[in-house]
């Protein structure tokens, strides 16, 4: 993995990659600086390490290089690249930064479709409803991991990601993508969609609640009922049952 011609396997090896080394390797002729900002990241969450290398990419790299690093065979090297791409369109809108990562969404390695929705999540919260849209036009996408994406992006919690007080106040803007993916016939989806909802269950149980009663009645099918129970696990957790 250390000299970007293997993918990791585990979450476990994506958080042993050496970036300064890997760097190395895939760029051996990086300008000093960028070399520099990529050890100096190696200390920090792993989330801020690719924004970190992301950032310092776009501002060392040409937007072609980023761009090809974004179909190395490095799973971390696309990530680095995404997270260029990601820095340097930050201020488009949604639905355009949504369609620049798009391919990363879709990619075959399970991180570089985690480093997708982290690496324009940010973004896209600055723009809450606009963003939300413009997602929900992925809900009824061909691809499960499309649509996946679409439900993780804008997640109230998220994974490693700066929580949205918005939508744990009030969940329900994020309706628009949650209603068409509740009989959702893929449990990768399924798995994202119960998350929202138990993301959502820990500031507003009454809503989680509600909504998992109203959808028991409305879609009566085994694909509703297994996010309904994923996503009230937490609420059953604390009553004890």
């Known amino acids: 993995m250390q000299s970007g011609r293997a993918e990791a396997r585990t979450l476990t090896e994506i958080l042993k990659v ?5 760097l190395q390797h895939v760029l051996p002729f990086a300008p000093a600086d960028l070399v520099a900002a990529v050890r100096e990241a190696g200390s920090l969450g792993i989330l801020t390490r690719m924004q970190t290398i992301g950032t310092a990419l776009q501002l060392h790299l040409t937007h072609e290089t980023c761009l090809e690093l974004t179909r190395h065979p490095s799973d971390t090297v696309r990530g680095w690249g995404w997270f260029a791409l990601a820095a340097a369109h930050r201020e488009e809108k949604p639905s355009a930064l949504i369609g620049i990562m798009r391919p990363a969404a879709d990619d075959p390695h399970f991180g570089v479709r985690e480093w997708a929705w982290m690496a324009i999540r940010p973004s896209l919260a600055g723009q809450l409803r606009e963003s939300l849209h413009a997602l929900a036009e992925l809900t009824s996408d061909s691809s499960e991991r499309i649509r996946r994406f679409a439900s993780e992006t804008l997640r109230p919690r998220g994974v490693w990601a700066k929580h949205i007080d918005a939508l744990k106040t009030n969940p329900d803007p994020g309706l628009v993508i949650l209603e068409p993916l509740r009989s959702d ?57």
């Open 18 to 22: 050496d970036h300064g080394q890997l």
């Open 185 to 241: 016939p893929a449990g990768y989806v399924q798995d994202s969609v119960a998350n929202w909802i138990n993301d959502a269950s820990k500031t507003r149980p009454d809503w989680a609640s509600a909504l998992g009663e109203r959808w028991r009645l409305e879609s009566r099918t085994p694909h509703t009922e297994r996010i309904v129970s994923r996503g009230l696990r937490s609420l059953r957790r604390h009553s004890g049952d």
